[in-house]
């Protein structure tokens, strides 16, 4: 009983404790909580991401948030099948109402994710810049944001988001459930804080994905907002790699921006800890993100500028350019020997066009330089005679494949034509050079293997093989195909 009374005292002074501690104060106890050997990383469906959730879900019923659907903040899941019993993850969610009798059922969300990656052998993950650090910072701009709901034209749904780390499952799951509400089209604008904790260290805020916002240098300059933190603002998503809770919203069509300050931080160390993190910096962003929000609330006309990063948007019809080197070898259907290739290289335009969800009609405007040995007869290569060709050449192909937004991987087969500008033989020793006519007009066979990775670059293997002769000649020299690899690496603008 005893022990009773003294736990309630406790738990009744550490409440108004934390409400009478300034915001620095709080961000630092919420972050050294989260962060803490005792959560044991929060790896996302185990019972160390629980107690995340249930320290969250307290900090949000002692300040008072309204619970979005069902009069309850958890959104339990499991992948692919949201609801469902058994189920191992969990999202909370809660609504900040707006005033405005219109804008009110128009929402900004603001996530962060608060899953870590747990246990490695006997080292605890902790996470604190990832992301104990965007989820403290969410804590509080939810706490201000409660108290100065008046402020707020826009509603503002706050999202504590489960398993990003080991595939967006959270973000994934609140875009599944906000379809199922039809509120989708009503999101105007998402924020993900990831990775705030190392403002001094990074020198500025990133916020990325500014161009998908229409008025963002009044909408994102500190200046305008009240705050004296330096900010970059970076027109889209770029990176190639990490993806944050932001690609669910933004391949829905909905403009998002990723708040963070960057990797500077031990990435998926065991040392991201809660000792390293700049808490004067996580109070100001904070701050700004407070100031942001009630701004973007109050914003009359669109917040989006209908623009979308490449990695979260590939648009039906593309245009590229690319560059590699190839391999040419010259065959001899009807001789016993071998040519011998020899590095040329190749470079131009890619077009492509999105037929459906696994099929991309690619094609190429290559300017290609091949280069290959011929021997005569049986003479030995220092004998024999090169052969250069310049050429125009237009590789077609069908593309089968996974074209997920920032990642593809395809095969491709097709046809091509090549418009041969020029060639020549040289070398042969002390034989004389053929009589040769080179076949301006070449055709063939395609196929190719390719990756696409952030939405930009993509890597492609290619085989030519030539149905027609290369050259014609009257004295001797065998008839042959042209085979050609070759690597490029293409970039989409
Ligand atoms: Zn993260």
């Known amino acids: 009983m005893k022990k009773t009374i003294l736990l309630i005292a406790a738990t009744i002074i550490c409440g108004v404790s934390i409400a009478q501690d300034t915001q620095r104060q709080r961000l630092e106890k919420h972050l050294y909580t989260?962060?803490?050997?005792?959560?044991?990383?929060?790896?996302?469906?185990?019972?160390?991401?629980?107690?995340?959730?249930?320290?969250?879900?307290?900090?949000?019923?002692?300040?008072?948030?309204?619970?979005?659907?069902?009069?309850?903040?958890?959104?339990?899941?499991?992948?692919?099948?949201?609801?469902?019993?058994?189920?191992?993850f969990c999202n909370l969610v809660g609504v900040i109402e707006g005033n405005d009798p219109v804008l009110k059922k128009e929402y900004i969300v603001i996530g962060a994710h608060y899953d870590h990656v747990g246990v490695?052998?006997?080292?605890?993950?902790?996470?604190?810049?990832?992301?104990?650090?965007?989820?403290?910072?969410?804590?509080?701009?939810?706490?201000?944001?409660?108290?100065?709901?008046?402020?707020?034209?826009?509603?503002?749904?706050?999202?504590?988001?489960?398993?990003?780390?080991?595939?967006?499952?959270?973000?994934?799951?609140?875009?599944?459930?906000?379809?199922?509400?039809?509120?989708?089209?009503?999101?105007?604008?998402?924020?993900?804080?990831?990775?705030?904790?190392?403002?001094?260290?990074?020198?500025?805020?990133?916020?990325?994905?500014?161009?998908?916002?229409?008025?963002?240098?009044?909408?994102?300059?500190?200046?305008?907002?009240?705050?004296?933190?330096?900010?970059?603002?970076?027109?889209?998503?770029?990176?190639?790699?990490?993806?944050?809770?932001?690609?669910?919203?933004?391949?829905?069509?909905?403009?998002?921006?990723?708040?963070?300050?960057?990797?500077?931080?031990?990435?998926?160390k065991p040392e991201d800890d809660a000792d390293l993190i700049d808490y004067d910096g996580l109070n100001r962003i904070t701050?700004?993100?407070?100031?942001?929000?009630?701004?973007?609330?109050?914003?009359?006309?669109n917040i989006a500028s209908g623009n979308l990063a490449k990695k979260h948007h590939q648009s039906k019809f593309e245009?590229?350019?690319?560059?590699?080197?190839?391999?040419?070898?010259?065959?001899?259907?009807?001789?016993?020997?071998?040519?011998?290739p020899y590095l040329g290289f190749q470079s131009g335009i890619m077009l492509q066009y999105k037929i459906s969800k696994n099929f991309n009609l690619h094609a190429d405007v290559l300017y290609s330089y091949t280069h290959c040995h011929l021997p005569f007869a049986n003479d030995a290569y220092s004998q024999g005679f090169g052969m250069e060709q310049h050429s125009i050449m237009i590789p077609t192909t069908l593309q089968l494949g996974i074209f997920k937004t920032g990642f593809g991987i395809h095969i491709g087969l097709g046809c091509y034509y090549a418009r041969v500008m020029g060639g020549d033989f040289y070398g042969g020793g002390s034989n004389t050079l053929p009589v040769y006519d080179i076949n301006k007009n070449q055709f063939g066979l395609v196929w190719n293997i390719g990756i696409r990775i952030g939405g930009h670059w993509q890597l492609n293997g290619t085989n030519c093989i030539q149905f027609n002769k290369t050259f014609n000649t009257t004295n001797g020299l065998p008839e042959a195909n042209e085979n050609i690899y070759s690597v490029s690496l293409g970039y989409y603008f």
């Open 34 to 88: 989260l962060a803490s050997d005792s959560l044991r990383g929060r790896a996302a469906g185990t019972d160390d991401g629980r107690r995340a959730t249930d320290y969250i879900r307290q900090q949000w019923q002692r300040m008072g948030m309204v619970p979005l659907w069902n009069n309850n903040y958890d959104d339990p899941f499991i992948k692919n099948q949201p609801m469902s019993s058994g189920s191992n």
């Open 120 to 268: 490695k052998g006997d080292k605890i993950y902790n996470g604190a810049d990832d992301n104990a650090s965007g989820s403290s910072c969410v804590l509080e701009v939810a706490r201000q944001l409660i108290k100065k709901k008046n402020e707020l034209k826009r509603s503002v749904i706050i999202c504590a988001f489960d398993a990003e780390e080991i595939g967006l499952y959270g973000s994934t799951q609140m875009v599944s459930q906000l379809k199922a509400h039809n509120m989708l089209d009503k999101v105007k604008l998402m924020l993900s804080v990831d990775m705030v904790g190392w403002y001094n260290a990074n020198g500025y805020l990133e916020m990325e994905g500014s161009k998908t916002i229409a008025d963002s240098k009044e909408l994102l300059s500190p200046d305008k907002l009240g705050s004296d933190l330096k900010v970059k603002l970076v027109p889209f998503e770029n990176s190639l790699f990490t993806a944050t809770d932001t690609e669910p919203f933004a391949e829905a069509g909905i403009a998002t921006l990723a708040v963070t300050t960057g990797l500077k931080s031990p990435y998926h």
């Open 287 to 301: 701050d700004y993100i407070v100031a942001l929000t009630i701004k973007a609330s109050q914003h009359d006309g």
């Open 319 to 340: 245009i590229g350019v690319s560059a590699g080197y190839n391999h040419c070898n010259l065959e001899y259907p009807d001789a016993t020997f071998e040519g011998k």
